[in-house]
């Protein structure tokens, strides 16, 4: 089973802020890795997959980069609406799909 | 617009059983592969179940599988998850969600990533 482990666990900003967020993967999953945004109460939200393709609708400011096994999510200028807990989730090798343990981006 | 919306949650017993099921619209339902995802009280989130679009792949987490049975019918456009034996780690807010991509057309472009999430359903097992 291929680990994700992000950090840090909590990342404490102001808006306007630039959030850099790690994923590492426990062995080589080449592009295969995709990041969530979950804010309090709504379900998860893809934001990026293959490591650096956005999704549809999602804003400019959201960026990925990496490959093998170190990736990291870049929100450049933070909105007030950026704060949440964002995941990483890997599809390289499975079952099983795999998600990192999560990155809370609170307000400072 | 597509639309997940999951039903069936609720409180039961140990080793008691519950049917969740997930109506979708806004899509071509048979198109594509849906899976489960859970998320427990306060904590992060786990993948448990994938069914291809025909329902002809089937895979489970190690941690439900021989106890939860994935299922789907294309023609009803719904999803469903029959629990058996359950226990108190299987409390969670349970979401169906489709993948990135799809297998119509002949060919299948699907990727395992979760481009589209229904709202939840919490199932709660405690005596």
């Known amino acids: 089973e291929i680990v994700l482990t992000q950090s840090p666990a909590t990342l404490s900003l102001s808006p306007g802020d630039r959030a850099t967020l790690s994923c590492r993967a426990s062995?080589?999953?080449?592009?295969?890795l995709a990041w969530y945004q979950q804010r309090p109460g709504q379900a998860p939200r893809l934001l990026i997959y293959?490591?650096?393709n956005r999704a549809t609708g999602i804003p400019a400011r959201f960026s990925g980069s990496g490959s093998g096994t170190d990736f990291t999510l870049t929100i450049s200028t933070l909105e007030p609406e950026d704060f949440a807990v964002y995941y990483c989730q890997q599809r390289s090798n499975w079952p099983p799909l795999t998600f990192g343990g999560g990155t809370k981006v609170e307000m400072k | 617009e597509v639309q997940l919306v999951e039903s069936g949650g609720g409180l039961v017993k140990p080793g008691g059983s519950l049917r969740l099921s997930c109506a979708a619209s806004?899509?071509?339902?048979?198109?594509?592969?849906m899976n489960w995802v859970r998320q427990a009280p306060g904590k992060g989130l786990e993948w448990v179940s994938s069914?291809?679009?025909?329902?002809?792949?089937?895979y489970y987490a190690d941690s439900v599988k021989g106890r939860f049975t994935i299922s789907r019918d294309n023609a009803k456009n719904s999803l469903y998850f029959q629990m058996n034996s359950l226990r108190a780690e299987d409390t969670a807010v349970y979401y169906c969600a489709r993948e990135l991509g799809d297998c119509g057309g002949g060919s299948c472009s699907s990727a395992e990533y979760f481009q589209h999430w229904g709202q939840g359903t919490l199932v709660s097992v405690s005596s």
């Open positions: 806004g899509f071509t339902f048979s198109y594509y592969n």
């Open positions: 293959d490591a650096s």
């Open positions: 069914i291809s679009s025909s329902g002809s792949s089937i």
């Open positions: 062995q080589s999953i080449r592009s295969y």
